[in-house]
Antibody, heavy 120, light 110 residues
Framework: EVQLLESGGGLVQPGESLRLSCAASGFAFSNNAMSWLRQAPGKGLEWVSSIRSTDDATYYADSVKGRFTISKDNSKNILYLQMNSLRAEDTAIYYC?????????????WGQGTLVIVSS | QSALTQPASVSGSPGQSITISCTGTSSDVGGYNYVSWYQQHPGKAPKLMIYDVTTRPSGVSNRFSGSKSGNTASLTISGLQTEDEAHYYCSSYAGGNNLLFGGGTKLTVL
């Protein structure tokens, strides 16, 4: 059974940094593209970032490009999202997800999410 | 790019069929066969129901089906059940590093 468990969320002030982690199990982590998506409170879904399995190529939404960095540790089956220069509009539940199609097309397994609140 | 357009809400009675639309443009929905649909119950993570316009992942009921015509994709749920009550989101690849989501549709099973 695929399991994705996010951690690292919390309350931070604007301009601060946070690193999210996603522990994966139940599938060949190193062979699958992985992504982070987010959902602001009461709002819809937004793709944030993806990492390709074959060459670790990374992809970012324009809203986070230059501020967020996705990475993974295949030896530990952990996906990361380093978030710098956080803004109020980054407040959301952050989900890690396993891709079923492409790098940023569709996802068949999602974690339960971790809440990030950016507020002074 | 703008988000895809979904109706804010739809409703139906148990046993009935409903259809949720997802309208985009020729640069996203109409240009790629990469439309997905997700179901989300309150406080839960999204669940993939349809991908590649019409494909159901393993374990998803065949009461759920997807289709596309031009720039509009649709999710049809037949034989509505109370547990189908949830928010539904469509998404479409839009080329490059662009993946668009719809604003979501709240399905109420009366």
């Amino acid at each position: 059974e695929v399991q994705l468990l996010e951690s690292g969320g919390g309350l931070v002030q604007p301009g601060e940094s946070l690193r999210l982690s996603c522990a994966a199990s139940g599938f060949a982590f190193s062979n699958n593209a992985m992504s982070w998506l987010r959902q602001a409170p009461g709002k819809g879904l937004e793709w944030v970032s993806s990492i390709r399995s074959t060459d670790d190529a990374t992809y970012y939404a324009d809203s986070v490009k230059g501020r967020f960095t996705i990475s993974k540790d295949n030896s530990k089956n952990i996906l990361y999202l380093q978030m710098n220069s956080l803004r109020a509009e980054d407040t959301a539940i952050y989900y890690c997800a396993k891709a079923i199609r492409g790098v940023l097309i569709s996802w068949d397994s999602w974690g339960q999410g971790t809440l990030v609140i950016v507020s002074s | 790019q703008s988000a895809l357009t979904q109706p804010a809400s739809v409703s139906g009675s148990p046993g009935q069929s409903i259809t949720i639309s997802c309208t985009g443009t020729s640069s996203d929905v109409g240009g790629y066969n990469y439309v997905s649909w997700y179901q989300q119950h309150p406080g839960k993570a999204p669940k993939l129901m349809i991908y590649d316009v019409t494909t159901r992942p393993s374990g998803v009921s065949n009461r759920f089906s997807g289709s596309k015509s031009g720039n509009t994709a649709s999710l049809t749920i037949s034989g509505l059940q109370t547990e189908d009550e949830a928010h539904y989101y469509c998404s479409s690849y839009a080329g490059g590093n662009n993946l668009l989501f719809g604003g979501g549709t709240k399905l109420t099973v009366l």
